[in-house]
């Protein structure tokens, strides 16, 4: 009586010792090669599979190294932006320093910032009593990326280039009250996505937010 494809492989995973009983099988067994048209004895075949996923092991090591070294590298450019921030002694100087950090250090070209209440009233252009932005940062329990901006949002930035993505992060008081909405959006759909992690931002906003509150409250 014959054996099944999955009666064999269960016999051999039951087995482990066959092939230690039957090692001439190892070279004389053989089975298509995974990129030809040729078969290869079987003990070849399990050295490719291992060199297959070495590479792929490799690869992935690879991406995580990098991952790491970018998230060091943002980790020292917020350090360095706190430092700026904790030395500052005016409100205006404050946004300022951030709006600059974002584009020299983090190569985001499109930011904006909009403040509301009456201890921003004297920051001028970023001073903006909208109760819509209000109803946007209260809904922002965390910061939020992706694709979507409100229309009025997007108006803040030029028509050129067509932006694609947006991180949205609100400023909020001590008391976790929103006074602010900062804005960073990118003509590259991929900059900004909703499956990225959001703690960079969540600390930028922060350390703004810190920011602003102690200046604001120097005058």
Known sequence: MSMTASEVA???EAHPEFFDQHSELLTQVRVPHARSEYAVPLVERQV???RDKN??????????????????????????????LV?????????????????????????????WGTA????????RQDPRLAIIARNLEHPYTGPFAAEHIIEWFPREPVLQSFG???LRRDNGEAFGLLVLASADSYRFTTDMETDYLA??????SAALQ???AMH
């Open 214 to 216: 102690r200046t604001l």
């Open 203 to 208: 600390n930028l906003g922060a350390l703004l």
């Open 120 to 127: 921003t009233e004297s920051l001028g252009e970023w001073h």
């Open 168 to 170: 949205q992060v609100a």
């Open 55 to 84: 590479r792929q092991l490799g690869a992935k090591m690879s991406q995580l190294i990098r991952f790491g070294e970018h998230n060091d590298q943002t980790i020292t450019r917020l350090h360095a932006l706190s430092v700026q």
């Open 87 to 115: 030395r500052t002694e005016e409100a205006t100087d404050a946004i300022h320093r951030t709006l600059s950090a974002l584009e020299k250090d983090f190569d985001i070209t499109h930011a904006g910032l909009r403040l």
């Open 10 to 12: 269960a016999y051999l």
């Open 48 to 50: 490719l599979a291992l």
